[in-house]
Nanobody, 131 residues
Framework: QVQLVESGGGSVQTGGSLMLSCAAS????????MGWFRQAPGKEREFVAA????????YHAESVRGRFTISRANARNSVTLQMNSLKPEDTAVYYC????????????????????????WGQGTQVTVSS
């Protein structure tokens, strides 16, 4: 069993930056696919970014490309999401998710953007961007 805990959310003004972290307990990430999703009130959960833990390959949603960066931190068994140039439309609860290698799902579009392709989820952390 893997437990994911997000941290780093908060409130910023438009153009500001935040860095989210997702720490795992119970197992190291190994060859997991790690993803970040977000959900705004009244909207469906939306893919943000993902990283293949084994080789560091990443994939970012078009809406955040060039502003957000997902990274792995092997030594701390965690994954981060650096968010720059934040916009009010980035306001949401951000969730960390993990897909273990036992599912044998390949890393890449379109699977990586689907919430159903992830087995473990954190509780979420709120990000609020004010104009």
């Amino acid at each position: 069993q893997v437990q994911l805990v997000e941290s780093g959310g908060g409130s910023v003004q438009t153009g500001g930056s935040l860095m989210l972290s997702c720490a795992a307990s119970g197992r190291t990430f190994g060859s997991y696919t790690m993803g970040w999703f977000r959900q705004a009130p009244g909207k469906e959960r939306e893919f943000v970014a993902a990283v293949n833990w084994a080789d560091g390959e990443t994939y970012h949603a078009e809406s955040v490309r060039g502003r957000f960066t997902i990274s792995r931190a092997n030594a701390r068994n965690s994954v981060t999401l650096q968010m720059n140039s934040l916009k009010p439309e980035d306001t949401a609860v951000y969730y960390c998710a993990a897909d273990p290698p036992t599912t044998r799902r390949p890393f890449g579009y379109p699977l990586v953007v689907q919430p159903t392709a992830y087995v473990y989820w954190g509780q979420g952390t709120q990000v609020t961007v004010s104009s």
